[in-house]
């Protein structure tokens, strides 16, 4: 059975894990190509766009896919969309990894906002200690709220054509954890974090320690994916493709 999971999310990492030396299927995993080096799976996989939804679409039909697993981070929406229409050109089964939302609890101190623009206008006239963490592709609003002093943490360091003026930036991959994420915050004397609602629990740790520091969490809604067969976790989704498969007990 020929798999196609669009990747770069913990659970396409998982997913790949658990399909390696699998001889039910045949997994393929297909990577953007936004970092230079990424965290490549123990399956195959290749890289780069497929030119929009009919790109995807002749990608299927070409490579003779049975199956394909939208398995892309919570703000990747246009893959996704992608996704659901070229399943439904080509009658091909998708299934998507949805990883819940994080939601605030008692002692969470968070302002919800519609987008990056709307979380740098959250920030304020007074010059506040800024954690960004939000990737480096879209820091661009920040540049419009200078009066703050940011620390920036992405995979690869973002250009320095888009970043404010006073910016500190650490490059690193996630999971982190709790005692490190608050050695950070006070390290850089940190009073807010704005960071994309992830969910999970690879990053999730920032948002604990600001709780437990009372510090504001600016925290962007999710874009909205279209509905599709769904499941959360990397392990549910194997479970959906050995249903699919329909291989024999034991394999
Ligand atoms: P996006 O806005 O939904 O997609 C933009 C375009 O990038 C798509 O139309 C597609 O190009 C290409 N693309 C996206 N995911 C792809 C994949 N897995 N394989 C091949 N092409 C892909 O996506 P994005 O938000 O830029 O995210 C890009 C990648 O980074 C995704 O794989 C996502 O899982 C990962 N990621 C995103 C975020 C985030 O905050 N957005 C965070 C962590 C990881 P074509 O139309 O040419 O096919």
């Not at 703000?75 to 949805?98: D, E, F, H, K, W």
């Not at 920032?206 to 962007?220: F, M, N, P, S, W």
Request: net charge positive.
């Amino acid at each position: 059975m020929r798999a196609l999971i669009l990747g770069g999310s913990t659970e396409a990492a998982q997913l790949a894990r658990l399909l390696a030396g699998q001889d039910w299927i045949a997994p393929t995993v297909s990577l953007a190509g936004r970092t230079s080096a990424p965290a490549l799976p123990p399956i195959p996989h290749r890289i780069g766009g497929f030119g929009g939804a009919q790109g995807l679409a002749e990608h299927l039909q070409r490579t003779a896919t049975d199956v394909l697993i939208d398995a892309t981070h919570p703000y990747a929406a246009r893959m996704s969309a992608n996704a659901v229409a070229a399943a439904r050109a080509t009658g091909v089964p998708l299934l998507a990894i949805r990883r819940p939302a994080w939601a605030p609890v008692a002692g969470d101190r968070w302002t919800q906002v519609a987008d990056l623009a709307a979380a740098a206008r959250a920030l304020g006239e007074q010059p506040c200690g800024v954690f960004l963490t939000i990737g480096r592709q879209e820091l661009a609003p920040f540049r419009a709220a200078p009066q703050h002093r940011y620390l920036i943490r992405s995979v690869e360091a973002p250009e320095e054509a888009d970043l404010p003026p006073s910016a500190t930036v650490i490059t690193a991959r996630g999971p982190f954890d709790l005692a490190s994420e608050r050695a950070l915050l006070a390290a850089h004397a940190i009073d807010v974090l704005v960071t994309k609602n992830a969910g999970g629990q690879a990053t999730r740790a920032k948002i604990d320690v600001a709780r437990g520091l009372g510090l504001r969490v600016i925290i962007t809604e999710r874009p909205r994916k279209p509905d599709a067969e769904s499941v959360q976790t990397a392990a549910q989704a194997w479970d959906w493709l050995r249903a699919h498969h329909a291989a024999p007990r034991g394999a």
